[in-house]
């Protein structure tokens, strides 16, 4: 609904830890805000070596509704969400993947996007593999497939991930081991905790809180880590030292302010791109307001920095469904105003900084300044806390293509006219980077800059 | 799912307007935080003279799923929105009402509670009246219905209202009028607006914006209005010049902050209750954190007074579900965590005031506690931007019995030790009343008072 | 889906039974022929005096589904099922109704019809009464409800039932007592058996197969049977002797064939039928043939008395759903062939008698024969097992209106020319009366011969 | 919930037919005694090579409510329904199955068993194949996928039908052809028809009786019919000349009466079975009577012959759900008074002669006989159209372990003291390939003579 970016997938994972596929669920939920559109959990019980599977397409809540958890049985699980890009919104699409394959059964979730899955799946169907999903995870399947009976699990992965390009941090559980993984690149994030004597993985740390897991590392960058069947956790680098581009934009938009992602707070961090924003682009106002929720933290170290006064000048509604029914005439702004109403107090007569964390296509901004007008605001000041989203991802992320990204193909100043807001200001480049505290170029920017890490199909 | 006090009904009204039920889904929509449990919206052709009738249980976007409005026909409707209290949750409770009465078709829904409904009821059945519902409301419909043929509307309406006692805001819906009143104490709030050539009443004027209709006014305190077949707008004041005592808590807790109740918007309320707070109860802090989202603005005011900062310590998760499996070794406070969780960041190691708007029986506040300190809070100072809830409500709002209210029979200090708080301040009576600009003794304030305007039943 | 009339609804009724509403449901599941579009039990427990309701839209297994019986407590329960016709197919009008009166609860269940209720239901509303159902049974349980406190629940019952005109067997639960009812036609059955120490009663005894009741007798002919709190018995006839005249049509089509109704089994009855119209229209053939299931019977006792071969030469499926997505290039007989197949073999080059029970429109049999052409018969002749269906009925039977029913407008040999029969034979009214050992006029035949024992509204 | 064998597939094929996809779902409708467990179709738009597919579990009608066939795109289409045996009842196991493979798309549905799928798949699965479904259909299209690119389709199919061993009968959709197969034994039925221009296939003629297609041909023993682009049908016999032994029990059970089996009417075969067992086991008596429906044409056969009359003295309820909630002190005999109850009339005081198809377990025959003692058959005497089912079907029939089937480890004496019955006659294996009309030993007669044409695995 909001013309955001999209976050295409969380993962969970947990070995040697009492009730795990209910644990997982919990992680997931936390998670929810990484892929709304199905979710999964494969337990194993390593006693039998039996592997169960639950997914559905829908909320976390939705798929494990009067669920009964005593199906799910053992002390390993994995656990995915999913937000549904290409290939349609199939049952069939939905994660963790399970199945036999030479070397015992294998369960695998996967959160990134690889850019040469075609290729390679072209070759797989031409030696005579079947495919049953659109997903390129499953690729990554028929890879670990094609190793011989004798060959070591670890082995089996070293030579599966050597194929594949792109991002990918992968959870992969064995009946006798438990595989986190990072690409080489680090594009998406993948943390580790310990909960009793057992480990947990999710893509992000608000997973661990809810389930009372203590955080421990992250996975390394390139980084395979093998939990076996003893517990040891062992680390390997496959691919030896790699030049790291974690993805920035976890830290603008995706990820939730309560995790820590590549080991710092979010909320910090957005705080702190309000704050620079506010040095790169003052302006004299009387309140400094967000788009809600995501906007808020930015706003917040934006009114701090200036001294101006932060309100709420955008009330949220917090039972929103799917889809409405519009009536004929239709209402100005209807698609914004069923999210967010103005809180007229605080905008008549007033001038009005309202800070957000960024411009896709730019057309529910428009309308949320229009709103802002009508209920009064003299004038309005748009400052958005990270720099011009001027190309689309191709490592996990779902964004529309460059032709519709407002900042493809228009200055600040046609973004500005097109808005119809009085100023407009981006967070810089360099402003980014120092407020995560990091130097330029030691993130995938590809999103503001265009340079790509990994060339795209 | 919050330890809170439960409003029990929004009401839609709309006269003379295209897509009349179509509007009031929105508007119930915009007011669905007044009652999730049920839904329904009958329109009147007038032309035809037909009423047509759409309810259902759940919330506004399940009732009305897919739902095709042509069903609806006509340029006038109610609508209601239900939170179940007595009665259990059943479909023949949902309102509007509607039935065939002597005098032709009538349609009804009211937000409030009648004290004398037992009485009134019990005399009907002995008169031979059969009720099909467990809802007070059905009372007034009877007392309705007594009338006889030739009798005006207006004084149906005059002689059923003379015979209930409680509160009521209600909208009843003829085939060639529409009446919005509120009870002599005005306990609840509705209000009128303009909408083309038509009117609009609601419950709260969130529901305006939405679909862009204009505030005119309040129906008064005591008020009968009357819009005829011509759109004509008549006030009746039937009970003559009465003591007024609308509900305060409307102010502290239950409309939204974009609303604008009793002619004042309820955002500036609160935060003027949290500066007044923070004059009353002040303390050495290092950050100022709110119980999201309903203690935000005080808040908000507290930080502002107090001049210590403003941080989002507790993190709210989005895509809350009804239920939750719950593992068997349950998680420390899960029910708290499910819905909230601490930003480490902002609390480790610091002095945390936070604020709320309310302590019903305390569990929720108690568990909330312990997490704020398990992510390293060194004190915490809790502040309540109201008095203390000591009494139950008898007009329309879902609260426990006293002996359940932690404040009806605990002094401060001892709510200070089962909360385990370092300073606990409530906002004074005489405070709030100035928050709201207000002389004291102008609202109900029995819930924290015991002072009941009308004797309950 | 078949063009015949249909029965508008069954009974159960139970005192003094263990498990009584389970056992409701299994007859109403037995009696499920009697009416498909809604299903309801009310229990009463007498200990508390609590009665409990479930009602449901669909078949008794759907509206029973994983239904927990423990909810419907006690010793006696009344239960319905019911086809939709006038009023819409809305919960509200399923049954049994239930309400509090002036002398204490009561529910109702009716199959049956009123001809006078718009008159009785407009005088109620005159005199302030609501009503919430479009049913005519709603009519029976206001009646009740004037009644003063101390009336006797007989004298209730009585000064009701005087007033209503047209077709009521009925079953109706008080606190303290159960009363069976049949109106003085006698126009739909209700029987009655011993279960153990209790009483069941039934619209039809395949009900008390089931459950293994053991038939006492029928409810007779405007009969009020009471079986009070000590499990009595008693017999009341307010309306004195009178002139009888219970429905035939449930002999020919609606009950079970094997039913007893009025004293005699069903099966034997529609044997006889075929019997007679062997008889009464000989022709030479090589198959009898029937509509199944109806006409099986029928042409059973065609085939016996004529001894020409009884065959399968229409075969069921047995799987029939709701709705059918019908190709646009539209199948032959589309409608026939999704419920009924020819079975070629024994039909091909020869000539064939088919037996029905009845032809209301005359469309479904048309299409059949031209079914049976298509499959080879050389000769086709139709024979029906009562007469032409020449009037609508007004008590309790959903039939069209006259103008649809072709023998209203058509002699004998126009049908035939319509259905493109070689031959046509009705049973006739003599030979139909013969045929269920009863003399002429003994029976209400309203819908061959137009005579109405009550004037219809 | 009777206590019989069960087929469990049925399958339709279209070619060159307009609206293939929205025919197959009525020619599976058709078929639907044949699976009730899962239903789909997979159409083929030729023009665009697009394949659509839509599958689910339940009946027929369930799976296609309110479908949108037009997004069945195209003029070809293959369809199944299931009855679950092993593997669960999972949607993924739901047929057909469509997959890309390296020569392209292909759609499979399989009737029948491989007894030698668990070896192939171990093979598979070593080789680096993945399987996704715990069906042995998903070898097949393994063995298909192993080809290579520029294989004719006809070579990949005969290379994968060498390699699987068992009872199939099999419709495979290429995007350029159809392929129409039945196994070296040809186990299980597969006929051919003509509708327009195109051709259609299924597991029974009752298919083509409902969409109006003009029965040709069976497809022969180890044939595999080709249809190409052009339309043009080819005929191959990879196998050479094979010796057949098609199922026996399709004539016998589970065919339907008005389909035509290898070439002969079921019903005349079944009728024939019962005068065979009048001639075979004679017995004086009053009546004789069939369990509905499947032992009808063969009591009629009985009645015929020994000039007995056939009366119904079991009547079948019509409305059978998939679930009862029983009371807690049982029904006597419950299971099979739900769906079956005495027709006491016809049972009163008489010797019966009661025929049914086969006996399995025993279980249900028994509570039918005490159920017509109940009703007060002087004697019963029970007669089997077939000869004692002593053995398990390893070729598509779910059948229960031989230990359970109750003629593997009791002679006839013992059965009938088991089923309390006074006499009981088993038709001779003679004799049934005389009613048949066929000689001995040129069906697979397994389940009755352990006689397994290849080797179970």
Known sequence: ??????????????????????????????QQHRGQEGAGVVSLDRESGKFCVHRGLGLVNEVFANYDFSQLVGRAAIGHVRYTTAGGNQLTNVQPFFSEVSTGNV??????????????????????????????TEVILHLIAQGKNKTARRELIFN???????????????????????????????????????????????????????FLRDVEVGEVVEIDRDGKMTSHFPFGKTKQSPCIFEYVYFARPDSQVYGKNVYGRRKAMGRKLAQEHPVEADVVIAVPDSGVPAAMGYAEESKIPFELGLI????????????????????????????????????????????????????????????GAKEVHLRISAPPTTDPCYYGIDTPEKSQLIASHNDIEQIRQYLDVDSLGYLSQAGLYESVEAEEGTFCDACFSGNYPIKPA
Chains 1, 2, 3, 4 share one sequence.
């Not at 970016?5 to 919990?26: D, Q, R, S």
């Not at 994030?189 to 992000?204: C, N, Q």
């Not at 009536?327 to 109403?341: C, E, M, S, T, W």
Request: hydrophobic share 45%; with cysteine; proline share 2%.
């Open 1 to 30: 609904m909001f013309d955001k970016f999209k976050e295409e997938c969380g993962l969970m994972a947990l070995w040697n830890v009492p009730e795990a596929a209910n644990l997982a669920y919990l992680g997931l939920y936390a």
């Open 107 to 136: 369960a695998i979730a996967h959160n990134g996007n690889l850019v040469n899955a075609e290729a390679l799946k072209k070759n797989l169907i031409a030696e005579g593999s079947i495919f049953h999903t659109t997903s390129d």
């Open 316 to 375: 949220r509604n917090h039972y929103i469904g799917r889809t409405f029914i519009e009536p004929q005439q239709a209402i100005r702004d209807f698609g914004v105003k069923i999210k967010l109403n103005s809180n007229r107090d605080c905008l008549e007569g007033k001038k009005v900084i309202v800070v957000d964390d960024s411009i896709v296509r730019g057309t529910t901004s428009r309308k949320l300044v229009k709103m802002l007008r009508d209920a």
């Open 160 to 214: 599966a991930i050597k194929e594949i390009k792109g991002a990918y941090s992968l959870v992969i559980l064995f009946d006798d081991s438990l595989f986190l993984i990072r690409d080489p690149n680090g594009f998406r994030p993948l943390s580790i905790a310990k909960l009793g004597e057992g480990y947990v993985a999710a893509s992000e740390t608000c997973a661990f809180d809810l389930i009372g897991a203590d």
